[in-house]
């Protein structure tokens, strides 16, 4: 079975940090590019970050967090991670880890997500 869960979200306050995991499995995880997407409350998804396959050379991440969230892959262990730091009110969100590249996450598989509420 093709699937993506997604784990690591919480409630934290404004300028703490967590670390989102998303483990795959059903596909051959090491040589897809992955991202990172999420939804606030009442807007539509946006796109956070995204990962090359391989050896994760080629990374991309939003200006709205860049600097702050850093995504990382263990192709050992068929899981993409997402360092969430400096968090602001404003991240508060589901995240979602997709199958595909900054162009191409939106045509195929997403986790069910994982909640982060940032608030103080």
């Known amino acids: 079975e093709v699937q993506l869960v997604e784990s690591g979200g919480g409630l934290v306050q404004p300028g703490g940090s967590l670390r989102l995991s998303c483990a795959a499995s059903?596909?051959?995880?090491?040589?897809?590019?992955m991202s990172w997407v999420r939804q606030a409350p009442g807007k539509g998804l946006e796109w956070v970050s995204s990962?090359?396959?391989?050896?994760?050379?080629?990374?991309n991440t939003a200006d709205s967090v860049k600097g702050r969230f850093t995504i990382s892959r263990d192709n050992a262990r068929n899981t993409l991670y997402l360092q969430l730091n400096t968090l602001k009110v404003e991240d508060t969100a589901t995240y979602y880890c997709?199958?595909?590249?900054?162009?191409?996450?939106?045509?195929?598989?997403r986790g069910q997500g994982t909640q982060v509420t940032v608030s103080s």
């Open positions: 990962i090359s396959g391989g050896g994760g050379f080629y990374k």
């Open positions: 997709a199958k595909g590249g900054r162009d191409t996450w939106s045509e195929g598989l």
């Open positions: 059903g596909f051959t995880f090491g040589a897809s590019s």
